[in-house]
């Protein structure tokens, strides 16, 4: 069973939608990925913060969820032409939204109680939140790498079989190596920036594409 393809384009325009708030809230919120390294300073951004975590986590799962029917409309489209691709951008997107999911829930479940946690023993928490840090890192990175891998597949099986213009293709080859490569350069400012924005495009754009489409 897959979605219809206007159906997974209104999916797609809708988990850019989604993870475009994400970003602005999280970007708004004062923190940076040095945030998140030091207990310190993690600790106390969690207290501080607790609804805006869950609101970022919210928009993460939301997001998980539209793009899941979008994943699965766009290697529909791309199937007749690149079967081996489109199976790549299929799979690979699938687990990627996984890796994602994990750690969207993990903010959602583990933050507060780490949180609430710290106010009764700085020490431990500050030691839970080194683990807990690593191991959300470890998710995100993971769907990174293959959100990455789906997008740069779905871009070069675009290019190849002309299914949709070649400027979204060559952009998703593009941006699928750039959002793959944050899982190797987790520090690097720019390509965490392009983590988000760069999904986020191509979300909106071929979500459009695939809506619009006769």
Known sequence: ??????????????????????????????????????????????????????????????????ATFFTVGLAAKLRDKAPTRATGVLYFGIFGLVGHG???????QGAP?????????????????????????????????????????AGWAIVATGGMSSAIGWYGVVAGAITALAVVAPANQLIFLGSFVLPIIWLLWVGNTLRTAM
């Open 113 to 153: 109680a780490l949180a609430a946690y710290a106010a009764k023993d700085q020490v431990a928490a500050s030691h839970a939140w080194v683990a807990f840090n690593a191991m959300s890192g470890s998710f995100d990175g993971f769907g990174n790498l293959f959100i990455g891998l789906s997008i740069l597949l």
């Open 1 to 66: 069973m897959i979605p219809r393809q206007q159906t997974a384009g209104t999916f797609g325009i809708l988990a850019g939608i989604s993870l475009a708030i994400l970003f602005v809230l999280f970007f708004t919120s004062g923190a940076t990925m040095e945030t998140f390294m030091d207990p310190a300073n993690a600790l106390p951004y969690l207290t501080a913060n607790q609804g805006r975590l869950r609101a970022i986590a919210f928009f993460a799962l939301i997001t998980v969820a539209f």
């Open 102 to 108: 994990i750690g969207a829930l993990m903010f959602w």
